[in-house]
């Protein structure tokens, strides 16, 4: 229960200038988090920029600190 609460607290796990890697994206891709977004998400979204300059709106869910294997 009570990691329940610290999680409605600080919901956020990466901040802005972070590289992360995106499921569905290459292993070895990464992009970097450029906004938290928050208007009226149900969780937690950022705002993130692909090796090409791309923004791309990705939820939390999505995103890992370390490569992520093939699904």
């Known amino acids: 229960m009570i990691a329940v609460k610290l999680l409605k607290r600080q919901p956020w796990r990466f901040n802005v200038g972070e590289q992360v890697y995106v499921q569905g994206w290459a292993p070895d891709a990464t992009g ?6 928050r208007d009226g998400l149900p969780f ?7 090796p090409d300059g791309h923004e ?14 093939d699904q």
């Open 32 to 37: 970097l988090v450029v906004e938290q977004l």
């Open 44 to 50: 937690p979204h950022y705002l993130v920029v692909d």
């Open 56 to 69: 791309w709106d990705i939820a939390q869910l999505r995103l890992s600190s370390r490569p992520i294997g």
